[in-house]
């Protein structure tokens, strides 16, 4: 038995403190076990998100490595500009997210709304953004499955002279290499890559969205704190649903060069 | 500690049975004991549904001729059962009935960490194997329990998206439970609790765990890209669209692969515990067995390739997989070899759930040494998609991680009900579970061998003597499925009663400290552990202890 055995032993197991009873799961003995146990959560929780988005990545790797020539052209179809403010916004989000997190830790309630106000704020513009990529893929009729039409891309690569419709009705894709593809071929290789812009945005938008209604939560749980100005709130909450955001913001710094990027 | 500190008689003692007993104290429980048994009861229904269309199947290849199902039929029931078997059964078997019941009490906590999310996970399961009977019952699925692409993507009617949801969402629930597991095992340790005094059963559940959660979201998403494919027409895995197949097949089998692991290692850790409580003695190579269980999960994750040795896979990669198969195995053996040395020289107790322990130790030797055939690429080429590989499968899936499930159901059900059961009806069952497996599927091996390729419904005549007597056996084994289910059943209403703490005499913090049935908070406080785990060697010395109450603070009544 040890020194610490033994002591607790003596003395009982451990008094939670009066002031943290009221946060303290009934399964813990003490908040820094519980805080832990919380972090250690949404870490393995975010392993496991990192492996869900992970395999469609590899896919999409697979696949640019397959059919780069119509990947590039495809790819052209995506508006860097708009991708990259969405980035910055992120990134902005992402800084007001880490403030919101020590506000919470310092227990300075109307702060911690301030810049979780902030957080959801970018995240808007982030949604928004999104919208407007989204509707021009919809006029272009480059949504997969969704009456899809490669003319947009045809009209966009012979504009930049990369594409060359061949009299047999086949295209000609010159990059450093060329490639000649039928035109079903072109079709659906070209479909497939906005089949993967389509999922890997989509999937990130939609925990976006989750991170901005847990947001919205913290706000509302941040608010009440502040009305019966609890000298201890519990930061954890907060510090998990950053923890997420930062991830969420994480995956789009992936996405972003992957699909916007190269090849440019 | 050794006397009862509850005042009242015993029957009016307060367990988590008896403490609140509408329907709704069982459906919103945050109690992991209580979510051990929900899952008990629902996983008993899939057992039985895909038992039925077992059974079916048996019936159908009893003679050669077509003639009880037509090959669609025949189809669909066997993605009936495959599915159900083992998305519904048998992933969540041990773990989250006994994981959830036990695991908690074996390390001195009150209660996973997150009892929300266990809760939580419940749900997802019931829900995805709602929506996955549905579809499979009527949306006529006939794609087998592995939806290879570009069938179950392009060719395939029937809801297969419906049924991709279901398996989904008990994908997500079986992560749920791993993630509560992993956090558990690493917080809610009682004090003294160290890693190298941990049963055994919590480390192989420690390596579940980071199956579960490493694993499952790859086959998640896998499915979900299936059901993409279908509604949107996009070419990922169908090559008529541009797609590949075969990485389907990687994607899969990179989850599903170390799916069986999710499956036979809690199993693992049940005879641990199951083998050591009846010989009376610690586990023998304690470290080696624990290590093998992390050995397993990890190496496991590297040879999802040995499915794909006839795909076209690049010839490389197929040597390093089977190497790596082999490899695997060692684990395997390790364990099989501890387990033999503690039985050697113990005082072996001939109680029914060692005989289960020991029906496990028979059945999943001989199916991993025919994965090791398996394992071998000349060999492989021959029997890869015969009978050879349902005979080697079931041996470990039902074979092994099914007889173990039984052992632990026999082994802590006095705990869970307060009931004792037969223990001659139950050593009855587990002896007609081996000799009925046995004749089952042994005829398999043999039928494999000379050929029989795997999911037919008709065959030649000159298989019909051995796929009669395999029939037969199946019916054997459903005998000896069903004596359990009606004995233990009929055990809770007229079984002994049991009231103390240890019927078996077991070591373990579940056995030594908390009461039968157990307290709604398991331990009066939280108890301190003393001693390393199965230390039958020094029995005036308990596992752990129940400290002193807390001294009392302000004008309260008392600890
Ligand atoms: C001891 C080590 C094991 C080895 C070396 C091994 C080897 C193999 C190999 C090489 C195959 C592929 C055969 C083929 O499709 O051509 C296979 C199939 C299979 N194994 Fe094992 N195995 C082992 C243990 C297990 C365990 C413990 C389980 C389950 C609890 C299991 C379940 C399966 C299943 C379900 C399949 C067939 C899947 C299907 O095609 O439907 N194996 N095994
Ligand atoms: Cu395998």
Do not use: C
């Amino acid at each position: 038995m040890s020194v610490k055995e033994a002591e607790v032993l003596e003395h009982g197991t451990s008094l939670a403190h009066p002031a943290h009873e009221e946060i303290l799961g009934e399964q813990f003995e003490t908040l820094e076990q519980q805080n832990n146990a919380y972090l250690i959560g949404m870490w393995a929780f975010i392993v496991q998100e990192v492996l869900f988005l992970g395999a469609i990545f590899a896919a999409y790797g697979i696949y640019r490595l397959k059919y780069l020539h119509e990947f590039t052209l495809a790819h052209k179809e995506l508006d860097w500009v708009v991708g990259g403010i969405n980035t910055l916004v992120l990134l902005a989000s992402s800084y007001t997210m880490a403030r919101a997190v020590r506000a919470a830790m310092q227990n300075k309630h109307g702060r911690q709304i301030l810049y979780l106000g902030f957080t959801l704020f970018f995240a808007g513009i982030f949604m928004f953004n999104k919208y407007i990529e989204y509707s021009k893929k919809y006029e272009h009729h480059l949504i997969p499955g969704w009456g899809y039409d490669a003319h947009a891309i045809v009209e966009h690569g012979e504009k930049k002279k990369i594409l060359e419709p061949l009299p047999d009705g086949n295209y000609k894709i010159k990059l450093e290499t060329e490639k000649t593809v039928t035109p079903e071929e072109f079709k659906q290789r070209t479909q497939l890559f906005l089949g993967f812009y389509f999922i890997l945005t989509g999937l990130h938008g939609l925990h976006v969205l989750v991170g901005m209604i847990a947001i919205g939560v913290l706000m509302v749980r941040a608010y009440i704190d502040y009305k019966k100005r609890k000298p201890v709130a519990d930061y954890m909450p907060v510090e998990m649903v950053g923890l997420y955001w930062h991830f969420v913001d994480i995956v789009w710094i992936f996405i972003y060069p992957l699909l916007y990027l190269i090849g440019r | 500690m050794a006397t009862q500190t509850i005042a009242h008689g015993e029957q009016q003692r307060v367990n988590y049975l008896n403490w609140k007993t509408t329907v709704a104290s069982w459906l919103f429980t945050y109690d992991h004991k209580r979510i051990g048994i929900l899952y008990l009861v629902s996983i008993t229904i899939f057992f039985l549904l895909g038992g039925i269309a077992a059974a079916l199947i048996r019936m159908e290849l009893a003679t050669p001729k077509g003639d009880l199902l037509t090959s669609d039929v025949y189809n669909k029931m066997f993605t009936i059962h495959g599915v159900l078997m083992i998305f519904f059964f048998l992933v969540p078997s041990i773990p989250a009935v006994f994981g959830n019941f036990v695991l908690p009490m074996m390390i001195g906590a009150r209660d996973v960490a997150f009892p929300r999310l266990n809760l939580l996970s419940w749900y997802f399961f019931m829900v995805g194997a709602l929506l996955a009977t549905i579809a499979l019952v009527k949306g006529g699925i006939d794609t087998g329990w592995t939806f290879y692409t570009p069938y179950s993507s392009s060719f395939a009617k029937g809801e297969v998206s419906l049924a991709i949801v279901g398996v989904f969402l008990a994908g997500f629930s079986s992560i749920f439970t791993g993630i509560n597991f992993l956090v558990t095992i690493h917080k809610m340790r009682a004090p003294g609790m160290t890693w190298f005094r941990l049963p055994l059963f919590v480390w192989a559940m420690y390596a579940t765990s980071l199956i579960q959660v490493l694993g499952t979201p790859v086959v998640a998403i896998t499915l979900l890209l299936v059901a993409v494919e279908r509604s949107l027409r996009i070419g990922i895995f169908d090559p008529n669209l541009g797609g590949d197949p075969i990485l389907y097949q990687h994607l899969f089998w990179f989850y599903s692969h170390p799916a069986v692991y999710i499956m036979i290692l809690p199993g693992m850790g049940v005879i641990s515990e199951v083998i050591s409580a009846f010989s009376k003695k610690r586990v023998f190579g304690y470290h080696f067995v624990a290590f093998a269980s992390l050995a397993i999960a990890i190496i496991g994750f590297l040879v999802w390739g040995h499915h794909m040795f006839s795909t076209g896979q690049s010839i490389y990669a197929s040597i390093l997989f089977s190497f790596l198969t082999f490899l695997v195995a060692i684990p395997s053996a390790i364990k099989t070899f501890n387990w033999m040395a503690t039985i050697w020289k113990g005082r072996v107790h001939w109680e029914a759930p060692m005989i289960y322990a020991l029906g496990f130790m028979g059945l999943f030797v001989i199916g991993g040494l025919t994965g090791l055939y398996l394992a071998a690429m000349a060999t492989n080429v021959h029997l890869t998609d015969t009978y050879f590989i349902v005979a080697h499968f079931h041996y470990v899936m039902v074979g092994g991680a099914i007889m173990a499930y039984l052992a632990a159901l026999h082994f802590w059900w006095p705990k869970m009900t307060g009931r004792m059961y037969p223990q001659s009806w139950a050593k009855l069952s587990a002896l007609l579970v081996f000799v009925g497996f046995n004749l089952t599927f042994f005829p398999q091996f043999i039928l494999g061998y000379m050929g029989m390729p795997r999911r037919y419904h008709s065959y030649p005549e000159e298989w019909a003597a051995l796929n009669l007597l395999s029939s037969a056996g199946a019916s054997v084994l459903g005998i000896g499925y069903l004596l359990p289910a009606i004995y233990l059943v009929w055990s809770l209403k007229y079984g002994r009663v049991v009231t103390e703490r240890n019927p078996w005499g077991a070591r373990g913090l579940e056995w030594e400290l908390v009461d039968t049935p157990p307290d709604p908070h398991n331990f009066e406080r939280t108890p301190i552990v003393t001693r390393p785990a199965y230390d039958y060697g020094h029995p005036e010395e308990p596992t752990g202890i129940i400290p002193k109450p807390r001294p009392v603070v302000v004008g309260g009544k008392d600890g």
